[in-house]
Structure formats: structure tokens, C-alpha cells
């Protein structure tokens, strides 16, 4: 079974840098898109920015134009690299694996990670 370990949170200040990790135990199938999600306690999980298994990417409004999410194959690690931060970026990001429609149908869920958290200070 796949497992996901997030990592890279931490404290930034505001207009700093920060590079997720999330390293998959195990091979992730070649057909499954991979994206990043962030939460803030008591809110809905918000989607920040995917990558297809054709290595195509797309980003939700929220951090668009601040982060850029890639991923290395061979190392079975998805990355997120975000900058310009601010205060309101402040929240645990997850990742997931995203199998494709047949998988679905056929049963197989995505997996999650359990989260880096991390603070952007004024």
C-alpha cells in the first residue's frame, strides 16, 4: 500500500519561500495525477494545484502565480514550491494521489497524506 509523508512546513515570514515534499513509500501508479491541497482547521480543504500523469499542470486561484508544483518520478516525490507567502497562506498542505476515472470505477481511491504545516508571520 502506497503512503504519502509530507514535509517542508515551517515558520516563514511574510514574502518568503518555502518547498514542499511528499514522498510516496512505494510506487505510485503511472496513470494517477498527483495535486496539493491546503486546510485551515474547520475549513473546507482547498485545492491549490495539480499534475497529470502526462506531467500537465494546473493551479486554482488561491496561490496561482506564487507556486509551481512538479514532480520526480523515478523518486516517487511531488514537490510545491511557493513563494511570495503571506499570512493567509498559513495552513497544513497536503498531497493526494489522484487515479484516473477507470481506477475509480474500478474501486481504487487516492490517497492522502497527513500534512506539513505551515505559518507565514507578518
Known amino acids: 500500500q502506497v503512503q504519502l509523508l509530507e514535509s517542508g512546513g515551517g515558520l516563514v515570514q511574510s514574502g518568503g519561500s518555502l518547498r514542499l515534499s511528499c514522498v510516496a513509500s512505494g510506487s505510485i501508479p503511472s496513470t494517477d495525477a498527483m495535486d496539493w491541497y491546503r486546510q485551515i482547521p474547520g475549513d473546507a480543504r482547498e485545492w491549490i494545484a495539480s499534475?497529470?500523469?502526462?506531467?500537465?499542470?494546473s493551479y486554482g486561484a488561491l496561490m496561482k502565480g506564487r507556486c509551481t508544483i512538479s514532480r520526480d518520478i523515478a523518486e516517487n516525490t511531488l514537490y510545491l514550491q511557493m513563494n511570495n507567502l503571506k499570512p493567509e497562506d498559513t495552513a497544513t498542505y497536503y498531497c493526494?494521489?489522484?487515479?484516473?476515472?477507470?481506477?475509480?470505477?474500478?474501486?481504487?481511491?487516492?490517497?492522502w497524506g497527513r500534512g506539513t504545516k505551515v505559518t507565514v508571520s507578518s
Open positions: 493526494h494521489t489522484r487515479p484516473s476515472m477507470a481506477d475509480y470505477g474500478a474501486g481504487r481511491q487516492g490517497v
Open positions: 499534475i497529470e500523469a502526462d506531467g500537465r499542470t
